[in-house]
């Protein structure tokens, strides 16, 4: 047995733990398990980019494939300062469980660079982009490794990727990357998708709890483009987005935020800080206020022992990867809050990458309705999977719908065999 890797840190020490439970109760074995925890491939890079001053400075940038049994491998590309080997090992793990939870043909992947975007220049990001791309090129392709936007990158980001990988090989290879723009093969539908597909779940789970959606309160933690879409899809169905944050500040208003105006607001300042007729909350008492809906949609490991003692939702909507700690699930999994767990909640996103890539490699597009009902049908039938199969074997949310999501990856496991 490994018992130290490049990898140990808090989160990937928790997305361990988290599959270490369900390989417990799903009975698998010493070394399979070990083959299914550990990540298969790793690459891990320096990026040397010229700054805008003239000077060369050195980040330091990853790709970590977690496995390849069942096709290439699929995850985001972030850029952040906090980005670690283990965070992003931690984060190719959650993606394998979540695209067999989907039923997708795909490993999980993800990828980071260690830097602070919103400290460079376009140009610096770019520069970055394109030499991190040139590094990765031994182990993406559209049927390798396919990456696609994640905190910190963007559309653009996709198209530079998708521009410098195909100069290398000498011909467009749309299929290279997801999320990009639909002018260069990218999919209607799939900047919204992983907000669409909270906003739909969200809307299941409050039917399942007799909520109506009319008047029923939300609170929304990170305003990227996972929260904004969610809280916009939701406002059509006349919910109250009464609170949401982003890395400066939150703001909360009781009769819910207005968001045309709100859009309007962070086009002008880049920040939700500031909105007229709202008041100021922390980043810590916005995940503590009384509402119906709670979304996270920032990063990992914010809802913790700590702070799980006070939550006052009824839905816990896990649109981040990895927002409760191990801790907190211990706590939650008692309480009668009803969690939707993040490798089913936000897999909107991925499920429209695949049908991106999908019409790539097909060279035939779809239309927005045509994305949009194949990824509410998907969504819905794992939906109820995911709670009958909880209620059949009387399990938390989470252990539901990473047990299903975990057999499916060590049954194809076991079917291939070991080669040799
Ligand atoms: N970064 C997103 C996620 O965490 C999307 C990945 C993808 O579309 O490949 O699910």
Known sequence: MITQTVFDSPVFQMACEQYDHIADWLGIGQSERERARLPK??????????????????????????????????????????????????????????????????GGAKGGVTCDPRKMSIGEIERLTRRFTQELIPIIGPQV?????????????????????????????????????????????RREATGR?????VNRAMDTLKIPAEGASVVIQGFGNVGFHTAFALSRHR????????????IYCKEGLHLDKLAVHIQKTESVVGFEGAEPVSNEELLTLPCDVLIPAAVERQVTADNVGKLRCRILAEAANGPTTVEAD???????????????????????????????????????????????????????????????EKLYHRDAAMAIGVKKVADAKKVRGLFP
């Open 41 to 106: 491939r790793t690459l891990v890079v320096q990026v040397p980019v010229r700054m805008d001053d003239g000077r060369v400075e050195n980040f330091q940038g990853y790709r970590v494939q977690h496995h390849l049994t069942i096709g290439p491998t699929k995850g985001g590309i972030r850029y952040h300062p906090d980005v670690t080997i283990g965070e992003v090992a931690a984060l190719a793990m959650w993606m394998s469980w979540k695209c067999a939870l989907v039923g997708l043909p795909f």
């Open 145 to 189: 490794d396919i990456p696609a936007p994640d905190l910190g990158t963007n559309e653009q980001t996709m198209a530079w990727i998708m521009d410098s990988y195909s100069t290398q090989v000498g011909h467009s290879v749309p299929g290279i990357v997801t999320g990009k723009p639909v002018c260069i093969g990218g999919s209607l539908g």
């Open 330 to 392: 211990h706590v939650l999994r008692k309480s009668d809050i009803f969690l939707l767990p993040d490798i089913l909640c936000n897999s909107g996103g991925v499920i429209v990458s695949y049908f991106e890539w999908v019409q790539d490699l097909q060279n035939f597009f779809w239309t927005e309705a045509e994305v949009n009902d194949r990824l509410y049908r998907i969504l819905e039938q794992t939906f109820s999977h995911v709670m009958q199969f909880a209620k059949r």
């Open 239 to 250: 919910t109250r987005i009464v609170a949401v944050s982003d890395y400066r500040g939150g």
């Open 197 to 201: 597909g909270v906003a739909y779940l």
